[in-house]
């Protein structure tokens, strides 16, 4: 018999778990949804669709999902138009998929977009905004214009485009400044070496809500491998540092891509929540340590950790290592912060 390929329904079928503490309600604040084919890692030959039925698929797995934040990922951009409208098309791509959310009655309801805008925009960056307004049906809650790059992007599977210098860039932080002054957040999504740059940017903007997705991305492959203690200890000073602003909220997940390091994207079977526990707790009870549970919210980064473990494992791996705090502390890790942040 033939080992199914990982990160398919076959090969996560082969690691489910019941559910611990399932009445648990949950807002998962960062998940991604495109059609079939849609070109990305890391998934290099187009990836499967991830529409509301797969959604609804993961968050029906025995959690009490109750709603989610999609984040943006250039899925559905207008094919022609101005350049700083096109990714208007996937806010209105989105925007259709959560009306279905509300009125399906099947599942978690998609209750806040993250969307993509330049913003080095300057004069064309507030047309921008207006128009992911109007076309978020009461959604949109701000903007992810992510930093990553890595001078080794061919030993990464997803790597990043953002610009050299860009959290330094007076246009770009002009751009997240007139988020915080219209009430929108900015979310973030860069490589642990650019932790720094970011903390900057942090301190510079202090009137912006910021978002940190996934821990500043610990990279463990390519020039990275073997590296993990060495970068966990400079991890953990920087990790600190911008835990002292107090603008930045920190999402906690996304530490299953395969530019982690962890190796299960390549495994005959997905990670267990124990495994997942055992190799990753101290990054997550650090960043608890440091921010406080009500600056920290749990995020599954579905589908792109799909490659690794299924949703119902991510989970239950979540409320084991959220078990040494109190209830309201968990209360604000699983559900609070997130509902604070993206008002929902």
């Not at 925007?95 to 913003?119: F, K, N, Q, T």
């Not at 992007?153 to 932080?173: H, K, N, Q, S, V």
């Not at 973030?188 to 940017?201: I, M």
Request: charged share 20%.
């Amino acid at each position: 018999m033939s080992t199914p390929t990982p990160g398919s329904q076959a090969w996560l079928d082969l690691a489910r778990e019941d559910a611990i503490d399932p009445d648990r309600p949950i807002i998962d604040p960062h998940h991604h949804l495109w059609h079939a084919g849609t070109p990305g890692a890391p998934w290099p030959a187009g990836r499967p669709a991830y529409l509301l039925g797969d959604l609804w698929g993961d968050t029906n797995s025995g959690h009490r999902i109750v709603k989610t934040v999609f984040i943006e990922c250039r899925a559905a951009t207008r094919p022609d138009g101005p350049d700083h409208l096109k990714p208007v098309g996937e806010t209105e791509f989105v925007a259709r998929i959560a009306r279905a959310s509300r009125d399906g009655g099947g599942g978690a309801v998609i209750a806040g977009i993250v969307a993509h805008a330049d913003l080095r925009g300057g004069p064309l960056l507030g047309e921008a905004l207006d128009a992911h307004a109007q076309a978020g049906d009461g959604l949109f809650r701000g903007i992810r214009h992510s930093g990553a790059r890595d001078p080794h992007p061919e030993a990464l599977t997803i790597p990043g485009r953002g610009a050299e210098g860009l959290y330094a860039d007076p246009a770009f932080r002009a751009g997240v400044a007139r988020l915080g002054e219209r009430g929108l957040s900015f979310d973030t999504w860069h490589y642990h070496h650019q932790n720094p740059a970011f903390a900057d940017l942090a301190r510079a903007v202090p009137g912006t809500t910021m978002v940190l997705d996934h821990f500043g991305t610990p990279l463990g492959v390519g020039p990275y491998a073997g590296q993990r203690e060495a970068i966990f200890s400079q991890w953990q000073r920087d990790i600190a540092a911008i835990a002292q602003c107090p603008n930045v909220v920190a999402k906690l997940g996304g530490l299953a891509m395969p530019d982690n390091g962890f190796g299960w994207d390549r495994r005959d079977r997905p990670a267990s929540s124990d495994e997942m526990v055992d190799a990753q707790a101290r990054w997550y009870h650090h960043t608890i340590d440091c921010f406080g549970p009500g600056r920290c919210m749990f995020e599954s980064n579905f589908p792109v950790d799909r490659r690794s473990l299924p949703y119902g494992v991510y989970w239950n791996a979540m409320k084991k290592i959220a078990a040494r705090y109190s209830a309201a502390d968990q209360q604000m890790l699983f559900h609070d912060t997130a509902a604070r942040v993206y008002t929902l």
